[in-house]
């Protein structure tokens, strides 16, 4: 497989291989089994072990059948970008002898920096929701829309890697007093074998015509309820 070919989070790699130098019964029967693992680039598993097996009764002309086992790799999303390595384990069920092989394949995702402690990182103020880039100097009009999008990372994780995280936003006006106010804003509570590495947050918010010019500030509070943890960024936005 290699490296040659890059996948993305939540995409689906294919994986096929042949089976050889197995044995076969005085009446023809051939019996193997498989076992497939496979690890992000710090070795941490993706998905359950995958097995399967294959059993056939050969005849003459199949002397050169070899049993083919295929298996589905489904890349967690998000996950970090590197090299995946995939285990296999090729057991002779009637010769009683296994074979192993590794293979890899690569994956074009973001780099993950390790977060000891929870976080509000990577914050962006957004002119739309589909823009590929932070805005240099956030400024909006009255009666625009600010999109903001940021990640939440350093959580601890419950049994079956649960997470339980949350955060609530506030807006402060030019004097410091509060315009609004939603807490909790977004709840994220999941469970799954890959351990999710940070919760993805996008929000948006009208600025209502009538609101007055000067400088903004938007308060977001991330909690972690299963490490007990909690942390507060401020950012500032103008509106003219």
Same mark, same amino acid.
């Given at each position: 497989m290699g490296d040659r070919?890059?996948?993305?989070?939540?995409e689906t790699v294919y994986l096929r291989f042949d089976i050889d130098n197995?044995?076969?019964? $005085?009446?023809?029967?051939?019996?193997?089994?498989?076992?497939?693992?496979?690890a992000d680039p710090k070795g941490v598993p993706i998905v359950p072990p995958m097995s399967g097996s294959k059993q056939a009764t050969l005849q003459p002309e199949d002397?050169?059948?070899? $049993?083919?086992?295929?298996?589905?790799?489904?890349?967690?999303? $998000?996950?970090?970008?590197?090299?995946?390595?995939?285990?296999?384990?090729?057991?002779?069920?009637?010769?009683?002898t296994t074979a192993e092989a590794d293979t890899t394949f690569a994956v074009s995702g973001p780099e993950l920096p390790p977060a000891s402690e929870l976080m509000v990182r990577y914050f962006g103020f957004y002119r739309s929701d589909a823009d590929p880039?932070?805005?240099?100097?956030?400024?909006?009009?009255?009666?625009?829309?600010?999109?903001?999008h940021f990640q939440i990372a350093g959580f601890k994780y419950g049994p079956?890697?649960?997470?339980?995280?949350?955060?609530?936003?506030?807006?402060?006006?030019?004097?410091?007093?509060?315009m609004y106010t939603q807490d909790p804003a977004v709840e994220e509570?999941?469970?799954?074998?890959? $351990?999710?590495?940070?919760?993805d947050a996008n929000m948006n918010l009208s600025l209502n015509p009538g609101t007055k010019a000067g400088q903004y500030t938007l308060v977001i509070t991330a909690r972690d309820n299963i490490g007990n943890q909690k942390t507060e960024i401020r950012k500032t936005f103008q509106v003219e």
């Amino acid at each position: 497989m290699g490296d040659r070919v890059k996948f993305l989070p939540g995409e689906t790699v294919y994986l096929r291989f042949d089976i050889d130098n197995f044995v076969r019964t $005085p009446d023809n029967n051939v019996k193997v089994s498989w076992v497939v693992t496979a690890a992000d680039p710090k070795g941490v598993p993706i998905v359950p072990p995958m097995s399967g097996s294959k059993q056939a009764t050969l005849q003459p002309e199949d002397k050169d059948w070899l $049993p083919r086992a295929r298996q589905s790799i489904a890349v967690p999303s $998000p996950a970090p970008g590197g090299t995946y390595k995939v285990h296999i384990k090729a057991t002779d069920e009637i010769g009683k002898t296994t074979a192993e092989a590794d293979t890899t394949f690569a994956v074009s995702g973001p780099e993950l920096p390790p977060a000891s402690e929870l976080m509000v990182r990577y914050f962006g103020f957004y002119r739309s929701d589909a823009d590929p880039k932070p805005l240099d100097t956030p400024a909006y009009k009255t009666g625009d829309t600010m999109f903001a999008h940021f990640q939440i990372a350093g959580f601890k994780y419950g049994p079956g890697n649960a997470v339980d995280v949350n955060y609530g936003i506030a807006i402060l006006g030019p004097a410091g007093n509060v315009m609004y106010t939603q807490d909790p804003a977004v709840e994220e509570k999941t469970a799954s074998f890959y $351990p999710k590495p940070f919760v993805d947050a996008n929000m948006n918010l009208s600025l209502n015509p009538g609101t007055k010019a000067g400088q903004y500030t938007l308060v977001i509070t991330a909690r972690d309820n299963i490490g007990n943890q909690k942390t507060e960024i401020r950012k500032t936005f103008q509106v003219e």
